[in-house]
């Protein structure tokens, strides 16, 4: 059995997943509003990353004979006047995440929760990713500034991200 303390933050992070998403598809409608196609395609493959994330956590708690319980779900998402700014905003959300998982992971250690290790491990080693992906994208925005046509480049470059399958992480 799962400790009621790790359930909690688990079973709460199921909730911050799925707010990451929503976060996100917001960025990706915001990206669309302002004629970036390929950055909305990137915000909306994120998106459904995050939501196999929740999933994830979700799964662990089934697995280990509990039961998920859903919270509200509460973002602030602000309407964007550019890339950089909406890249920011996941920059500055990923850096959160990564805290709420280190959170978690001190707490499986103080229980003495191995099983829940190698789950929270991915998540270290995929967070470390999610910041260096979204940090070059905000380096590389802030390099092209105001300039259409490098803006129109990254856009390019970012479009045709593949949405990962259900459960294929
Ligand atoms: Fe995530």
Known sequence: MIDDKLYE???????????AAYLYRHLA????????PGLCEWFTAQAAEECEHAQKFAQHIIDRGGRVK????????PEVEGPLEAFTAALEHEKKVSEQIRTITRLSDEV???????????????????????????????????DGSGLLRIDARLAGRPTPPPSAQ
């Open 70 to 77: 859903p919270h509200t779900i509460e973002i602030d998402a």
């Open 29 to 36: 409608n915001e990206m669309d509003a302002l004629s970036f």
């Open 112 to 146: 003495g929760d191995l099983e829940s290790r190698p789950l929270l491990n991915w998540f270290l080693n995929e967070q470390i990713e999610e910041e260096a992906n979204v940090g070059e994208i905000v380096d590389q925005l802030k390099l092209v500034g105001a």
């Open 9 to 19: 933050a688990i079973n709460q992070q199921v909730t911050e997943e799925y707010a």
